[in-house]
């Protein structure tokens, strides 16, 4: 090779490498960006190095920090307010409480609707902090106000009675919270949860771990709420109290708006109400129709993005049953169906005729409706275990040492410590040993989670009945029958175990439905199943209000005093303890039926990675098979 042909060559190598570093920077930014889809704020591509994991998630979990530290800081000390400034009794301040709580755990399904439908998560978040703010500054007023609340009664008994422009104005500012409630919880967990690809090996893994610690902070919003804000609303003045607590919902909404740039956004797809309703609609025109023996016969759209075809709930395959005459369904094959449904129409209507896919997406969610109904008695015994134990806890000896009394919300510190305690010792050392045992990679399936939370739901029941026992012989002791008011020589720390045991069946119930209905609903539903969960507590909400007022109706026939009457010690909830108890039992044997029954969704990976904590680095991980 001569001199000039060796300097030419020299001259064209940086030419070649120009010409190949835009292509390996094109391929390592399409290696980069998330594959599941996700876009930032501008709709644009968004990039694992850059966005979504553990750092926009301590976004999302502080401003759930923050809204549960809100919520519960009415909700816990709202039937002390009811009782000791609205004057109303136990009855009718225990089923008010329900019937709030009720509604706050129901209107979620709605927001999860409305984010789905019209806004998208993000925005239905933004937007309905403003609305939790407008209200929680309505109650601020309605609780300062000397004219917005009746005249103290130090008796409390024959007390004046809120009027009705009184009650209206506070009842209206709380079911206003709810709303705001409706729009923001569905949508942060699933904001949340977006966060973590499930096709990225590393982030899968994250994912397993996501629900536990959210709900820890969930457990640190209550903690603050029970520890600081209730102690203000009984000690200073509820309108400081209820100032701070817009203070923070304000304050939570800024924490969310700043961790934007770094969020992934899921493609608005529509709501899952309307695809769940189109199926059933076009299985019910086509009542008549037969079901056929050939799944070759049923329409879909998408071959590349398709959910295998069950034999469960043959009725719905009608909806994916095009309307054509077909003589012999055994010989007709998929491609055959396509090809002459086009040329038959070029438009599809989707209320006459559904994919496979979204047939099958029906179908989970049906699949999930026994366990759902079968969970209700579990959040009803949790919390009227919850609502009960705080009006047994005001009649008591609040002393803490010789200058201090605990407010009686506060006893909810023993749920919500303990909680927080125990989560991180499931998750680190409680499922690698069972994870031994049983070769699931959750260490036990979702529903014996749930399970064991309702064992233990049901034994808090029981503890609570003792306890109840305990208190009424000293009731009687010391002739305390007819005097309400005055502190009964028992000590509040008798109410700890009940708690205690109400921390630990949080952490395997609560927690496991939540992973539960979010991980078995269909991929473009799980706001829907998130939705689920929050439904699920709030028609137990409403169930407890039934149930108290068949009680107080029953209890009471033939002119017997009943169980739950205004006067606390003069309450039978030693046998109301144990009712609720048995009928724990019964909803328990009926829930391992239907769990007994339940097919789990199938998943596309074969293995599932070890959890990983956010508190410690990810180290490559062993994949051994997801046991379900």
């Not at 700043?258 to 695809?275: I, M």
């Not at 299985?283 to 398709?306: F, G, M, Q, Y």
């Not at 959750?442 to 939370?453: A, P, Y």
């Not at 000590?491 to 119930?509: D, E, H, K, R």
């Amino acid at each position: 090779m001569s001199k000039q042909d060796h300097h030419q060559q020299q001259q064209q190598q940086p030419l070649l490498s120009e010409q190949l570093n835009p292509i390996v920077e094109q391929s390592l930014e399409e290696d980069d960006v998330v594959g599941d889809g996700s876009v930032d704020i501008r709709g644009r591509p968004s990039k694992t190095s850059t966005s979504g994991r553990w750092k926009a998630v301590y976004f999302i979990m502080a401003t759930e920090f923050l809204e549960r530290l809100v919520y519960y800081g009415i909700g816990f000390n709202l039937l002390t307010y009811l009782v000791d400034v609205l004057h109303e009794d136990t009855a009718q301040s225990v089923s008010n409480l329900n019937n709030w709580q009720g509604m706050s755990w129901i209107l979620p399904l709605f927001g999860a609707f409305v984010a789905d439908e019209f806004l998208g998560r993000y925005t239905t978040i933004v937007v309905s902090g403003f609305i939790y703010i407008l209200a929680l500054v309505g109650l601020t007023l309605s609780v300062t106000l000397p004219s917005m609340r009746p005249s103290p009664c130090l008796e409390q008994m024959n007390c004046e009675p809120a009027s009705r422009l009184q009650a209206g104005f506070f009842f209206g500012c709380l079911y206003l919270v709810s709303i705001g409630v409706g729009g923001m919880k569905p949508c942060l967990s699933t904001c949340g949860a977006d966060q973590f690809n499930e096709e990225n090996v590393e982030e899968n893994a994250m994912k397993h771990s996501f629900f536990n610690y959210w709900w820890l902070s969930i457990c640190g919003g209550s903690t603050i709420a029970l520890t600081g804000l209730v102690y203000v609303e009984d000690r200073v003045s509820w309108g400081w109290g209820y100032g701070l607590l817009a203070l923070s919902l304000l304050l939570a909404l800024g924490v969310f708006l700043a961790g934007t740039p770094w969020y992934r956004h899921k493609h608005q797809v529509g709501s899952p109400l309307r695809e769940v309703t189109q199926v059933l609609v076009a299985a019910i025109r086509k009542w008549h129709v037969p079901i056929p023996s050939n799944p070759c016969i049923l329409h879909e759209v998408d071959c590349d993005k398709t959910i295998p075809h069950t034999n469960t709930c043959r009725f719905l395959d009608k909806a994916a049953m095009p309307t054509m005459r077909i003589e012999d369904h055994s010989m007709v094959s998929q491609a055959n169906v396509i090809e002459v449904f086009e040329h038959e129409s070029s438009f599809i209507n989707p209320w006459h005729l559904c994919s496979v896919t979204q047939v099958e997406e029906v179908k989970l969610l049906v699949r999930l409706m026994p366990i759902w109904l079968s969970s209700l008695v579990y959040i009803m015994l949790f919390t009227l275990l919850s609502t009960i134990s705080l009006r047994q806890g005001m009649s008591l000896d609040l002393s803490t040492g010789p200058y201090f009394k605990i407010p009686p919300a506060s006893l909810e510190l023993f749920t919500t410590i303990t909680a927080m305690v125990f989560i991180p010792l499931y998750d680190i050392y409680l499922v690698p040993l069972m994870r031994r045992f049983t070769g699931d990679q959750r260490g036990c399936t979702l529903l014996q989670r749930i399970g064991i939370g309702f064992i233990i739901a049901i034994l808090a029941m029981i503890v609570a009945a003792l306890v109840e026992v305990k208190r009424l012989k000293v009731v009687q002791d010391y002739e305390m029958e007819n005097n309400p008011s005055a502190t009964i020589p028992m000590s509040v720390y008798w109410l700890a175990p009940q708690y205690i045991l109400s921390g630990i069946s949080q952490v395997f119930g609560f927690m496991g439905q939540l992973e539960f209905f979010y991980d078995q609903a269909p991929d473009n539903m799980q706001t829907l199943g998130t939705a689920l969960f929050t439904t699920s507590a709030g028609i137990a909400h409403f169930l407890n209000t039934m149930l108290l007022n068949l009680i107080v109706v029953a209890t009471t026939q033939g002119g017997h005093q009943g169980w739950i009457v205004a006067n606390i010690n003069k309450c039978r909830l030693d046998l109301f303890y144990g009712f609720l108890a048995s009928l724990g039992y019964i909803g328990f044997l009926v829930y391992l039926l239907v769990a007994h029954w339940y097919t789990y969704k199938k998943t596309s990976n074969s293995s599932t990675p070890n959890f990983t904590s956010p508190f410690k680095k990810l180290s490559t991980p062993e994949l051994a098979p997801l046991v379900v």
